[in-house]
């Protein structure tokens, strides 16, 4: 019987990879060029679920990812916590200090920086940190490194010339399961703790974002995340993303989001799901 899939977004190899690989390793990991393709696999069927990073713990946010959430037509399953190592890569026989250009995702040249200021590297954007990988296997160049897994050597037949050059050792990124909306189940509130995310945009009236936002500080309800960005190109329609510690069946909670939907002009749950465990560690950074 053939495996159910999880999409992620990248190359064979990528970080996403070792994401999918650990947190649901009974499914078959399913590449994709794109969010967008990621999303539509799991609408279509091809793939059962999806698994998408937004934030990383020295970077920060992933970029495009937030504004693509609400049109995906998907729910936010649960939440996983990666820690996140990056290995200098070359080709079988290369000197590594012969290396002069490192190639390599945006998000992980800027977790690698110090790394790649001390060898004078000259870094070098890809797509993605496991087709940088692949794309060296396919033309081998002995003064070109990658940073990516240490799966993507082994996929690619790779060395490494240096492990876990991330700068910092809290190096850590947060992935959202996702499932299609039809699919997804509010699970019951008794067996938390949960979180609550969703995307509203507050009506056009002074102090609306203030007044959106004062009953989560009545209602003692902690707001962990809350981004904003411009929804098609309009400068005065701003969407706000924030995630909340609690269910909506609590009655705090359930206050608090009234009163956020009386000040908004539109409102949407995107997930409600257990907090995972690393929430509850004292030197977690995210």
């Known amino acids: 019987m053939a495996k159910a899939k999880i999409a992620f977004q990248g190359e064979s190899g990528a970080n996403s990879e070792v994401a999918c690989r650990r947190y649901a390793p009974d499914f078959e990991p399913l590449p994709c060029n794109s969010f967008e393709l990621v999303f539509a696999a799991v609408r279509d069927g091809e793939a ?70 001390r060898r004078g590297l000259l870094p070098q954007m890809a797509a993605d940190t496991a087709g940088a990988a692949r794309e060296l296997a396919d033309k081998p160049e002995e003064h070109i490194g990658v940073i990516a897994p240490e799966l993507a050597a082994e996929l690619y037949g790779l060395e490494i010339a240096a492990r876990d050059i991330e700068d910092a050792n809290h190096n850590t990124t947060r992935f959202l399961e996702m499932v299609r909306e039809d699919k997804a189940v509010i699970p019951p509130c008794d067996n938390g703790p949960f979180l609550t995310s969703f995307v509203f945009q507050v009506r056009n009236i002074p102090a609306a974002l203030f007044k959106a936002l004062g009953g989560f500080a009545t209602n003692g309800v902690n707001m962990t995340k809350l981004e904003s960005y411009q929804q098609d190109g309009v400068f005065n329609a701003t969407v706000f993303y924030g995630d909340i510690e609690g269910h909506p069946d609590e009655p705090n909670v359930q206050l608090a989001l009234e009163e956020l939907q009386f000040f908004s002009a539109s409102f949407k749950i995107l997930g409600v799901y257990k907090a995972d465990p690393y929430r509850q560690k004292k030197d977690r950074v995210i």
């Open 48 to 117: 059962e679920r999806a698994m998408i990073p937004v934030e990383n713990s020295v970077a920060g946010r992933v970029s495009d990812i937030h504004h693509l959430l609400p049109k995906a037509g998907l729910a936010i399953r649960a939440e996983y916590f990666l820690r996140v190592y990056h290995q200098l890569l070359c080709i079988k026989g290369a000197d590594p200090k012969g290396l002069k250009i490192v190639r390599s995702h945006p998000m992980a040249l800027s977790q690698c920086r110090d790394e790649i200021e």
